[in-house]
């Protein structure tokens, strides 16, 4: 998935953003090898630690260049026919309209029934593992006292003792696709689990692999992120590609915003908040959650309160960045040091 940024970073360094063709959902054939997707997903950009990639605009005739040339599947609803091919705008759009994740998780739900594919693995297995393996680490350091600053470093090998801990942490996938990722947290010895959708289509399928596989401790809700129904609150929230679809979306700056306020009220003070991105670095999301803290101090500083509670709640604004994983694979290109994916840990204070 691809995104827009709100705030592009006005810094001197020259940075770059390649994009190659994304594997899309097929229609009428087999979906593409798990290798396959992982490759395409692995290469859809190019980012910088630096803070800023291109402009929005060449984001997006990016991601409309890499749709046209991959997509064999367009949604009726989202393309005129009397065209041979889509205009840019349109194609970019799409990946932000619930429209098309509708009609995607149907063709990968009618696969599942048919030849028992599980569909897109989201940025590729190896990136999933890493995510699982770094949150799991993390989780463990925050529930044994252990990060008492975002400036430490999560354990890579917490001991297999430190399970024990796990099974206390409730857990919201939002986006969650085809739940695979619940799987994986399931198996490292997380137990409350929900996944959130707004594709009902993806739910189906969710639901379905999770019998399929025996994981009827996994929750699945249809519900959408930015007008969510859910009534409590998670003490680890997961996004793996959800905040870069969102942004996609013809009103995606109002968009974004609704989703920090939805995930401020979903999130336990005292959670994580666990983003992973292939359209923004790490500067960039803490820079989005800067500005969310900074609307967020702005609205509270108009409410009629003492002196004293005004001063707290400044002190403590919604979100504090915790960590981010630094062992993804890194490259030079164009003289700035990038990966291709970005995974960020925020805490709710």
Not at 151 to 174: C, F, R, T
Not at 300 to 317: F, L, W
Request: aromatic fraction near 8%; charged fraction near 25%; glycine fraction near 8%.
């Amino acid at each position: 998935m691809a995104g827009m940024r709100l705030s592009p970073d006005e810094s001197s360094e020259a940075n770059q953003h390649l994009s190659a063709p994304l594997q899309q959902f097929q229609t009428g054939r087999e979906v593409a090898s798990d290798d396959d997707r992982s490759v395409a997903a692995d290469s859809w950009s190019i980012k910088s630690d630096y803070g800023s990639t291109l402009d929005d605009e060449q984001r997006h005739a990016d991601a409309a260049e890499a749709l046209s040339s991959a997509a064999n599947f367009r949604p009726a609803s989202d393309c005129s026919s009397d065209k041979d091919e889509p205009d840019a705008d349109a194609m970019t759009s799409m990946l932000g309209l619930q429209s098309y994740w509708d009609a995607a998780y149907h063709d990968e739900l009618a696969n599942f029934r048919e030849h028992g594919h599980v569909g897109e693995i989201w940025f590729g297995t190896d990136v999933m593992g890493t995510v699982i393996s770094w949150t799991k680490s993390l989780c463990i350091d925050v529930s044994q006292g252990h990060i008492t600053n975002h400036v430490g470093e999560a354990k890579s090998q917490p001991v297999e003792q430190d399970d024990k801990y796990l099974s206390s942490w409730s857990v919201l996938d939002i986006g969650t696709g085809n739940g695979l990722l619940l799987q994986e947290l399931s198996k490292q010895g997380f137990s409350d689990l929900t996944g959130t959708d707004y594709s009902e289509g993806a739910i189906d399928l969710a639901r379905s692999l999770a019998v399929r596989d025996g994981f009827s401790n996994i929750k699945f809700v249809v519900d959408d992120i930015l007008e969510t129904k859910l009534d409590r609150q998670f003490q680890l929230v997961m996004d793996k590609g959800t905040l870069d679809a969102i942004g996609l979306h013809p009103d995606g700056p109002i968009k974004r915003m609704m989703y920090w306020d939805s995930v401020s009220k979903l999130l336990a003070c005292g959670g994580i908040l666990v983003i992973t991105s292939c359209n923004h670095t790490k500067d960039e999301l803490v820079q989005e959650v800067e500005n969310f803290n900074q609307r967020k101090i702005a609205i509270i500083a108009q409410e009629p309160k003492t002196i004293k509670d005004q001063e707290t709640q400044k002190d403590h604004p919604p979100f504090r960045y915790l960590n981010h994983v630094r062992t993804y694979p890194t490259f030079m290109f164009g003289g700035s040091v990038g990966s291709r994916v970005a995974t960020v840990a925020f805490l709710r204070n």
